[in-house]
């Protein structure tokens, strides 16, 4: 029989034995030397002995001269490499751990303060693990930037406590002047801006924006993607055609209206959102245009032939301009291959047209073996470049001058404007505008100031914040913006989240008209609802292609931006 070993249970033992072992262990004053394990047979000389597989680590018998069971958290050192030989003939885990442990140390945390608490106030601020390199220069005024924001947090050393609890009144007062289009002129720099009712009714002026339709529980911007925003929320007229028709009826009156506005220059733009594109309306003066410009990204070749079986005319400016420019490529470099050739008479290239001729065919005898491709086959095949842009920026189309009214039928008429299955479906899409329209319904933009510490340098230091959350358009940008230079003396930063279908509206779609200049604009959108200011910055022409503005960044008075 195995004799027992003092401290080693090489299997599962009752209680009453439990307890004597550990009494044995308390009594005894120094370890014993650790016979060979119970059960089992002395190990060959050549051959390794086998560990129970019962045992713990922590009482297994050990030979004479065996280490002792390391620390947690501690590695043992990695044996040295072969003697004579490279260290990189050593195993290569051993490589990565020596690497691991060269890495300092992590400083300790600051006891001062509960890293939950920091980590809990830093999330709902959501700060930016780091902030991007800003490479614009410094200049007076930001570019226009078309896109739709869906949340702005706008941070700065100074508290922005008087956005917060306006008073009634004020509130009130800042619904009046987005009505009445009161411009709204502020110092360049306030004292005291919580004390500063004008200030906060400019406030409450800024976040306001028009919506149609208007269903309160249910989350209308944006659309496309927004399946997932809307599970599980009542749509009664999923089902109901008869519901369908009259929702869709209403949303014709006032995207006509919306449209008439835009026209008289009373309305100086305007979106319409539905649940696969997004089309930007803009009046004539607006992004150096003289004419009403509609732009609808992203497009497909399905909808671009129903708009050509429409009448509407249209251009595709990005597949244009990548066209042209392959085009000089191609001519730089087949000049340089002429000057460079000294060959002559090469067989030039196949066109397309050589692919409808099919000729070679009944000269070999097989015309009726082979299937010939179709009409629509070769004109597939002619449109491949176009139809590979689909669902992406560069599919993005351009309507110009009359055309938009004969687009503004196709739309109210578009059986394929409206989901017919899906979570989507039968709802009418969403009108954005930032003036009141027909049918519109005002709402505002959700703002609230967020103080949180963050660490800085081994220090903790405040930072005040202000969270805006919504369908931020591009007045609405510029107010905020202008009130932030006056309040927060010329000195903050941004992060902007941009919903990305509209970022491709920043591009420059070659419609400049070099009539239009600053004063003409001024003066006839002077009664579209827009500050002067504003109105100067929307009027220049897009510089930041298919980009948009993430980063923004005011020191004194003067911004810097990433895009």
């Known amino acids: 029989a195995a004799s027992a070993v003092p401290g080693y249970s090489p299997g599962f033992k009752k209680p009453p034995a439990m307890l004597r072992l550990k009494r044995k262990r308390l009594r005894r004053s120094e370890p014993a030397a650790a016979p060979s394990p119970c059960g089992e047979a002395p190990p060959a000389p050549s051959a390794p002995a086998r560990r129970n597989p019962f045992s713990s680590l922590d009482n297994a018998p050990r030979a004479a001269g065996t280490p002792q069971p390391r620390e947690r958290g501690r590695r043992p050192p990695p044996p040295p490499p072969p003697a004579g030989g490279s260290p990189l003939a050593a195993p290569f885990w051993q490589l990565l751990e020596s690497v691991c442990e060269d890495k300092p140390a992590r400083r300790a945390e600051p006891s001062e303060r509960s890293e939950e608490e920091v980590l809990a106030l830093t999330d709902d601020l ?15 005024e930001f570019p226009a930037d078309w896109s739709i924001k869906t949340r702005l947090l706008f941070m700065s050393s100074q508290p922005f406590t008087w956005s917060e609890h306006l008073k009634a009144q004020e509130e009130a007062q800042g619904f009046a002047q987005h009505c009445r289009a009161t411009e709204t002129n502020l110092p360049q720099s306030i004292q005291e801006p919580k004390l500063s009712t004008e200030l906060r009714c400019a406030f409450q002026q800024s976040l306001v924006y028009w919506l149609h339709p208007s269903l309160p529980w249910l989350q209308l911007f944006p659309r496309i993607g927004a399946d997932r925003k809307i599970v599980g929320k009542a749509s009664p007229w999923s089902q109901d055609e008869a519901l369908q028709q009259v929702l869709m009826s209403d949303w014709s009156v006032s995207f006509t209206s919306l449209y008439n506005l835009l026209k008289a220059k009373l309305c100086p733009y305007f979106y319409v959102c539905t649940y696969q594109f997004t089309i930007l309306f803009r009046a004539a003066g607006l992004a150096g245009s003289d004419v009403i410009t509609a732009v609808i990204s992203p497009t497909t070749r399905g909808l671009r032939e129903a708009m050509r079986n429409e009448g ?12 042209t420019r392959k085009q000089k490529n191609s001519e730089v470099n087949l000049e340089t291959e002429v000057a460079n050739s000294i060959e002559v008479g090469e067989e030039p290239a196949p066109s397309d047209d050589d692919d409808e001729s099919f000729s070679w065919l009944e000269e070999m005898g097989v015309q009726d073996k082979v299937k010939k491709p179709d009409a629509i086959s070769i004109k597939l095949r002619k449109e491949k470049h176009e139809v590979q842009v689909d669902h992406k920026p560069e599919s993005l189309a351009l309507v110009k001058g009359t055309n938009t009214f004969t687009l503004l039928n196709f739309l109210i008429n578009c059986k394929s404007l409206v989901a017919v299955a899906g979570l989507q479906a039968g709802l009418p899409p969403t009108l954005l505008s930032p003036v009141a329209f027909r049918g519109g319904t005002m709402q505002t933009l959700k703002a609230r100031s967020i103080n949180a510490k963050a660490r800085v340098h081994s220090a903790y230091e405040d930072i005040f914040s202000l969270e805006i959350v919504g369908p931020v358009m591009p007045h609405s940008l510029h107010a905020l913006t202008t009130l932030l230079q006056a309040a927060q003396r010329g000195a903050f930063s941004a992060v902007l989240y941009t919903h990305e279908p509209t ?8 419609t400049a008209s070099p009539a239009l200049n600053k004063e003409t604009v001024r003066k006839d959108l002077a009664a579209c609802g827009l ?9 220049q022409c897009p510089t930041l292609g298919k980009s948009s503005i993430r ?13």
């Open 551 to 563: 980063f923004l960044e005011m020191k004194d008075y003067a911004y810097t931006w990433k895009s």
């Open 126 to 140: 959501r700060l930016p693990v780091a902030v991007p390199e800003v490479p614009s220069l410094p200049r007076h």
């Open 531 to 539: 500050h002067p200011k504003a109105l100067d910055q929307l009027s």
């Open 503 to 510: 970022a491709v509206f920043n591009a420059d779609l070659g």
């Open 312 to 323: 509407i005319e249209f251009s595709l400016p990005l597949v244009e301009e990548n066209r």
